[in-house]
């Protein structure tokens, strides 16, 4: 016998999953659009009063380059106009990624447009106008330091990097435990007692997680059989962790299982103080930061950093072959710039081209999803979670439980502490069966 239930909480059940800044990326988007657009029209109309073919080809790229900017903007209003179109199973939040892989097949081709170029010119160097190239080349520079400015306000699709809990301390005797500071690899928190002050993390930098006690204070002195730290889990669990001492810090003998989400009950010498710690994403290079990246923005960012970086090394080249007549300079300049542009098209396809096939890019999700459930004395048979849009995760679960009362709904609400987790599907299947 099978209990089966579909469940979408955080986005509701009408699968919308386009990320937060959404219209924010739509809209600083279609504004790099006007503006290479406008130095597009300047440049080919320029060009062709003045008689100037090298304004009129720089113009020709800049269509390019808005071309490529047209594909994530269209993108944007896609996914925004059909977020609610029920034909889309799983919504339109992975349009951004569909566009994100076709902008670095456009990168990828650029590149490779690029390096024939310079080495077409190695094999048969060509005169260089310096005259109209360098101000060509500088003021190109400045229009994508513009369009820089406009797309670098969430190019990396809101990736807090905010470590575990919130310190809520009331000592139960004698002082009180809260939280005062984060940092990428570790939470603290500070507790304030007679014996001194001594600050508490969660420490995770390379190493599975353990607890971390140090003495902030001279006189703040700890025998290690005077410490221990029990955490109360939302389903009643307790564990006590005994620490070992280190030198300038005592750290704790056993990992600390995931989920970090749980009540501590921290026993100094001079009482007990208690901390809450509530779960959330890591830092930047956590997996979670890829769960949570709109890579449309992404890809648009690095479509203008290309062209910049590119009219920085052609700028270099061109000056340099001016002053010391090194003609080779300007195509060396465009090897290196394709090299670069190369780099960073097989990232973004890598990363885009995983999304659309689905591939769990946040397995620290599927490892806590996996304790929720295990921890509570349950089998996971099953379980595959993706991403179906920047900062929504998707979970499918089958589990095996022999407590005849467990139904989806209690799964549910265990699991709606992870943020991201936005759509769950769960079937249960009972392994005692009622008389």
């Not at 406008?38 to 808005?66: N, P």
């Not at 077409?120 to 229009?143: K, M, N, Y």
């Not at 005077?226 to 704790?252: C, M, N, W």
């Not at 010391?324 to 885009?352: E, H, K, Y």
Request: charged letters at 20%; glycine letters at 10%.
């Amino acid at each position: 016998m099978s209990n089966f239930e579909d469940s979408a909480f955080g986005a509701g059940h009408d699968h919308i999953f386009l990320g937060a800044a959404h219209e924010d990326n739509e809209r600083r988007t279609w504004m790099v659009i006007a503006l290479c657009s406008a130095m597009m029209v300047t440049e080919i109309v320029g060009g062709s009063l003045f008689g100037s073919l090298a304004l009129v080809a720089d113009g020709l790229h800049m269509s390019t380059h808005a071309g490529a900017m047209l594909i994530a903007a269209l993108a944007y209003t896609y996914a925004r106009k059909h977020a609610g179109d029920t034909r889309f199973v799983f919504g339109t939040g992975k349009l951004g990624d569909l566009a994100g892989f076709t902008s670095a097949i456009v990168l990828a081709m650029i590149a490779l447009l690029i390096a024939y170029e310079a080495v077409s010119r190695f094999l048969s160097p060509v005169p260089i106008h310096f005259g109209q190239a360098i101000p060509i080349a500088v003021l190109g520079l400045l229009v994508n330091l513009a369009s820089v400015w406009l797309l670098s306000g969430d190019h990396h699709g809101h990736s807090h990097g905010h470590s575990h809990g919130h310190g809520h301390g009331h000592g139960h005797g004698h002082g009180h435990g809260h939280e005062d500071e984060h940092s990428h690899e570790e939470e603290v928190h500070r507790i304030f007692g007679n014996a001194g002050v001594f600050a508490l993390s969660v420490f995770e930098d390379g190493v599975p997680p353990v607890f971390r006690i140090t003495p902030e204070t001279d006189s703040s002195k700890l025998d290690t059989d005077a410490v221990s730290v029990t955490t109360i889990r939302p389903d009643g669990k307790h564990q006590t962790f005994a620490f070992a001492d280190h030198g300038g810090y005592l750290e704790s003998k056993e990992d600390i299982p995931e989920p970090h989400a749980f009540r501590a009950v921290v026993r100094l010498p001079d009482g007990e103080h208690e901390i809450e710690f509530q779960e959330h994403a890591h830092g930047h290079d956590d997996p979670q930061a890829a769960a949570n990246r709109d890579h449309n923005i992404r890809s648009a960012y690095i479509h203008v950093i290309a062209d910049a970086a590119v009219s920085v090394l052609a700028i270099i080249g061109l000056l340099l072959a001016r002053a010391f007549g090194w003609v080779w300079m300007d195509p060396l300049a465009g090897v290196i710039g394709a090299l670069v542009i190369a780099n960073w098209s097989w990232g973004l396809m890598r990363d885009t081209g995983g999304i659309l096939l689905d591939m769990n890019v946040d397995k620290r999700m599927s490892e806590k999803v996996r304790h929720v459930i295990e921890d509570n004395g349950d089998t996971v048979l099953d379980l595959h979670v993706w991403r179906v849009g920047p900062g929504h995760m998707s979970a499918i679960v089958s589990v095996a439980t022999d407590e005849v009362r467990r139904n989806p709904g209690f799964y549910r609400a265990a699991l709606k502490r992870f943020k991201g987790l936005s759509h769950v599907t769960v079937e249960v299947n009972p392994t005692r069966v009622v008389a």
